[in-house]
């Protein structure tokens, strides 16, 4: 096979296995970017005003977002028209089961440290075999899709990526520090009995990594506690300046990117410039968007003040010049980017 045209691209220059996965990103974002420009591939034409909607809707999903206060995966977002988050019944399931779940892989898991099993004669030769196993994998699928259900709650409900993460970090440090404590109450009830099985101390192993986990949770849960006043706080403060702020019609002015990314968005550095009373005025904001959502300078936005000078950047989807850099192949973020 000859060369692909990505052979002289650096970003390309890794193992087979991740080279096809970028080569199906691509081609996918390709099809994307085709679609919301010029329609699908089959045969028929999206009419103009389609394909302008297209571009400008779900901009605090897909970018560009500004802040001037946050950065990176601190940068918190409330979709238009919508509530700040509330804490209810169904997310504190949803945490539940993620961290039941955990609780399942850490004591199906931890049964294999050294010196676990003679610690509790109870156990037998459950963890070695083929069904402990099974149960092993199913419990790590199922850790899998209820942190991603939980993530994708939370993050749409509170809109910051870093608290989102937070909470199912959270929920899987308490179900660890659950399946180790399992295991130390499968020993302390030998103990309660009156024996010593083979004359085996509880795995110092298993001690260390219970006192650890738990002094993890409580570490999470303070910070958890205060993480989310902190998105609670700006949440109301984007609801309150879209009610009351003062606007103003403003644009970018330039865009510096760093080469740095939240997840696979990449973070930029924005100088936006808007007019008040009469006077030019310009400050610098955080920015981060999809990759091929990198605005030009000129994009309009609108900027909203109240009287402590508390301000919100939006991109304004009623005005034109809503046009994004057709050059974004290198605002992607590389696969063996750390």
Do not use: C
């Not at 420009?37 to 901009?59: C, I, M, N, V």
């Not at 504190?92 to 898991?109: C, I, R, V």
């Not at 993460?165 to 180790?180: C, I, L, P, W, Y």
């Amino acid at each position: 096979m000859g060369e692909t045209p990505f052979a002289d691209d650096p970003r390309w220059k890794v193992p087979p296995s991740d080279r096809a996965l970028r080569v199906v990103e691509y081609v996918t974002r390709m099809v994307e970017r085709h679609s919301e420009r010029y329609g699908p591939f089959d045969g028929t034409s999206t009419p103009e005003p389609e394909l302008e909607r297209r571009k400008r809707a779900h901009w605090w999903e897909r970018g560009p977002v500004f802040s001037t206060t946050d950065r990176g995966r601190k940068i918190t977002v409330l979709a238009p028209g919508e509530r700040p988050g509330r804490l209810t019944a169904g997310l504190a399931a949803l945490f539940a089961t993620a961290a039941a779940a955990w609780t399942a892989l850490a004591y199906l898991g931890l049964a294999w440290l050294p010196g676990v099993l003679t610690s509790q004669p109870g156990l037998g030769e459950r963890p070695t075999t083929w069904w402990w196993i099974v149960l092993f994998v199913l419990s790590l699928k199922a850790v899998g899709l209820s942190s991603w259900g939980l993530h994708a709650l939370v993050r749409r409900r509170f809109g910051q990526r870093s608290f989102a993460k937070s909470v199912v970090a959270t929920a899987g440090t308490f179900g660890f520090t659950a399946g180790a404590a399992l295991h130390v109450a499968g020993y302390a009830a030998t103990l309660a009995d009156g024996e010593r099985f083979r004359g085996e101390r509880v795995p110092d192993l298993l001690v260390l990594i219970a006192v650890l986990a738990l002094l993890l949770l409580a570490v999470r849960l303070l910070w958890l506690v205060f993480a989310l006043l902190r998105v609670k706080s700006r949440q109301r403060l984007i609801h309150r300046l879209r009610a009351k702020g003062r606007r103003f019609d403003g644009e970018v002015e330039s865009t510096d990117f760093h080469r740095k990314w939240s997840d696979e968005r990449p973070q930029f550095d924005v100088m936006i410039r808007y007019e008040a009373d009469g006077v030019g005025r310009a400050f610098r904001a955080a920015m981060i968007t999809s990759f091929d959502r990198v605005p030009l300078p000129g994009f309009p936005v609108r900027i909203m003040v109240d009287e402590r000078s508390a301000t919100l950047v939006e991109p304004d989807v009623e005005r034109s010049g809503y046009e994004f850099d057709s050059d974004w192949a290198h605002y992607a973020k590389p696969s063996n980017y750390n």
